[in-house]
């Protein structure tokens, strides 16, 4: 008894008591400001693998964002990253931060289906499928449910069948290889379901955007109900994302 209080007051709590207003230490890059000071907007432009900056004004698109830094590295009095991890949201134009734009990202709630509240408010079953991804953000998905963040604690879950989930979670640019198999799944979860993208590789591809072995036909076809940025994203970006898209609190 002794020893388990020993380690208490050394280590503290392991878990996060609310997700919503916690603090990410370490180098942990969020939502980046971007200033209205001048730069050579063409070096700028060159320093982004994946053309996720775009000028006139400047501007940093978070679904290609592979938050590298090297942006603001280079330019640090042009841009800059907060550690602001509440990055999600359901319409993708949002995760577009234009020059002087301080706004918080946050969700359209004129975009969220009434009937997602109204039946899994209180319990979300997902299957979350990897279509070609680095294992990455599947690692961070994963610790999402570990002591720490305790997702389940809000009655969110991953789950091993389609036929037991409310929807899926897509990370991986999707290869032409697992084109089939995202259809095959999306197809096994019962109606109505959602769709969530994890990270920079499922929202826009990544570096593998131009790469002709993917396929991602199946956006285009399908209503997306969730965007979470991160390269990895992080647990706390995709837990407050689906909180908000619940309408949930902690």
Known sequence: MLNNLKILWHQGKQFIPDVTTAKVPGIFRGRPVITDAKVD?????D??????????????????CTFCGECAIQFPD????TKD?????????????????DQAIELNSDLIRSEIHRLFGR??????????GDNSCEWELNSSNNVQFDMSRFGIDFVASPRHADGIVITGPITANMAESVERCYNAVPSPKIIILAGTDAISG?????????????????HIDLYVPGNPIHPLTFINGVLSLLKKKS
């Open 41 to 45: 907007e063409s070096l700028l432009l």
């Open 47 to 64: 320093l982004c693998p994946t053309k996720a900056i775009s000028t006139s004004p400047v501007s940093i698109d978070l679904g290609k």
């Open 78 to 81: 042009k841009i800059s990253f």
């Open 85 to 101: 991890y509440k990055l999600s949201t359901n319409d993708r134009e949002r995760l577009i931060i234009k020059e002087g734009d």
């Open 123 to 132: 319990s979300l079953k997902l299957r979350q499928v990897s279509a070609g």
């Open 206 to 222: 990544g570096i593998f955007a131009d790469s002709p072995a993917i396929n991602r036909e199946f956006l285009s076809t399908h």
